[in-house]
């Protein structure tokens, strides 16, 4: 066991209990314990969906992807960071002036049905379920690695940790968890970047060149095609990173910590420069885990190249080095599941149990019972499906959940906003056609499915080629919404959308505006 690492976990676990001890106190009501009660500014909830979205795929999973596939890699960090300008200039204003607690409020707010909210809850604790086996994934390699512990003791460390934090902190804890991983994951990925930027004489010339014959790729290393080796598969990648941010519960409800759609608009520029510049240094993790670990430690390690990262780290700078890198990835772990939970929990807890069990007669102490409880729910159903994808790269699975985001939701939230004639039909059928076209290839496709024992989860020949689905399954979530409606003959209200347009688009609701107007007149 690693003695040095082993104390900076204790600190890193104490400071983030000690965060949760505070938030409890904060956290009484439902608001609170869904939104930290709005009280987040802009620059804090940037830090916090910064932290929130550079997760074990990221720090661990990418600089592996490219460490051990060269060029391909980093289509990671490319999708996830062009991602955002989705956000910025779609979602982001819209979805705070739509929504209360949860994406489902959103889309609510145009069609009051309780099959509309009921899917859109299910697709979120969908996701965030998929997301967190990324994260338990990477975790349970992690502390196998650093403390000795086996992989399934791993994840239960972590599953009890992240449940604690939301069961007892609710927003309060898991925003300032984040905020904290987000400085220590930055000032840990640019020290590494540095120490190896300095081993090329801070030269991108040498580097590059050194990289031609670092690997057992050789030259190829710098060139696209070493993972993917099929053009679609890559465009399918690309869309499911792209567009599947918008569709992420977990970052979807950081926009409800904010008091207005102007700070929700600060907060994504300021995550956007900190993700940018995040991203930029993946490639200094990457190229020095090839060169400096070697690709046989690295796959000897983890098979899907999750411990690049920390091994580089200590290679570069020894123990400490590599004992704080660690202690930082299980920081940015830990950040990142708690938001997960703390999504599916609401979904649950508000939709499911309030407004559909309940039909929003819940109280709030009722409200808050249900949250914890499936809380609790969807951590133990995680851990268990964890253990089963232990081989797997951690990006690559999030890729996966991002396929299933991209495909389910963001079709509904696109034509809520800006299409007229969308009606509840359209909605119902483009969630469930986008989730179950998602989750059937995946099902079919080489990520559950390979020839080769180890490689993935079963041992058979793949029905679906893909390793992503998205340029499949994101296409069907629009058209089975398109022919939803179309082929409905259920009509909306034209005056709904106009006051969802309005409400969008300035957070004013219409019919203050109007009785404004007439208020004016009659004076």
Do not use: C
Not at 37 to 49: E, F, K, P
Not at 227 to 248: E, H, R, Y
Not at 479 to 485: P, Q, V, W
Request: positive net charge; without cysteine.
């Amino acid at each position: 066991m690693n003695t040095t690492a082993f104390v900076l976990f204790l600190v890193i676990v104490g400071i983030t209990l000690v965060i949760t001890y505070y938030a409890s106190k904060r956290t009484k009501t439902t608001s609170e314990f869904y939104t930290a009660g709005g009280g987040l500014t802009g620059w804090q909830n940037g830090l916090a969906i910064a932290g929130d979205y550079m997760s074990a795929a990221s720090f661990l999973g990418i600089a592996g992807a490219i460490a051990l596939g060269g060029f391909d890699g980093f289509f990671y960090s490319i999708g996830y960071l062009v991602a955002y300008l989705v956000v910025l200039y779609i979602v982001a204003e819209p979805l705070r002036n739509l929504g209360k607690y949860t994406m489902a409020d959103m889309i609510a707010a145009r069609f009051n049905d309780r099959k509309v909210r009921g899917f859109a809850a299910l697709n979120t604790i969908s996701i965030s379920i998929f997301y967190m086996i990324a994260q338990l994934v990477g975790a349970g390699g992690l502390i196998h690695l650093l403390l000795g512990l086996n992989y399934s003791t791993s994840v239960l460390i972590v599953g009890i940790l992240m449940t604690i934090y939301v069961v007892f902190g609710g927003m309060h804890a898991t925003s300032w968890v984040q905020i904290t991983k987000a400085v220590l994951l930055m000032a840990g990925t640019f020290i590494i970047s540095l120490i190896v930027y300095a081993k090329f004489n801070f030269s991108f010339t040498n580097m590059f060149e050194h990289m031609k014959t670092a690997t057992p790729l050789g030259e190829i290393f710098l060139n696209p095609g070493n993972k993917f080796k099929d053009p679609i598969d890559v465009i399918s990648l690309n869309m499911a990173l792209v567009l599947g941010t918008a569709g992420l519960p977990h970052i979807l409800i950081r926009f409800f910590t904010v008091k207005d759609a102007p700070t929700a608009r600060k907060s994504v520029v300021y995550a956007t420069w900190l993700i940018g510049i995040f991203y930029v240094m993946t490639m200094f993790l990457g190229f020095g885990a090839a060169a400096f670990v070697g690709h046989d430690n690295i796959v000897a390690a983890d098979k899907g190249g999750n411990m690049a990262a920390p091994l580089l780290a200590e290679v570069l700078g020894g123990s400490f080095l590599f004992a704080f890198v660690s202690a930082v990835a299980f920081a940015t772990i830990l950040a990142v599941v708690s938001g997960l939970v703390l999504s599916a929990a609401s979904a649950f807890a508000h939709d499911f149990y309030g407004h559909i069990i309940r039909r929003g007669q819940a109280t709030e102490k009722e409200q808050m019972l249900a949250a914890r409880y499936a809380s609790i729910g969807v951590a133990v159903l995680s851990i268990l499906l964890a253990f089963f994808a232990q081989s797997l790269n951690v990006s690559f699975l999030v890729a996966l959940a991002f396929a299933v985001a991209a495909s389910s939701n963001v079709p509904v939230i696109i034509f809520t906003i800006y299409w007229r004639r969308f009606n509840t039909t359209g909605a119902v059928t483009g969630m469930i056609v986008g989730l179950l076209s998602a989750l059937l290839l995946i099902a079919i496709g080489p990520n559950i499915w390979n020839p080769e024992a180890g490689k993935a989860i079963l041992v058979g020949h793949p029905i679906f080629p893909l390793a992503n689905p998205g340029i499949v399954s994101i296409p069907l979530g629009f058209i089975g919404a398109f022919l939803g409606t179309i082929l409905s003959s259920k009509k909306e209200d034209p005056a709904k959308y106009d006051e969802i347009l309005v409400k969008a688009n300035t957070g004013i609701h219409l019919g203050n505006v109007v009785e404004k107007v007439v208020d004016k007149k009659v004076g």
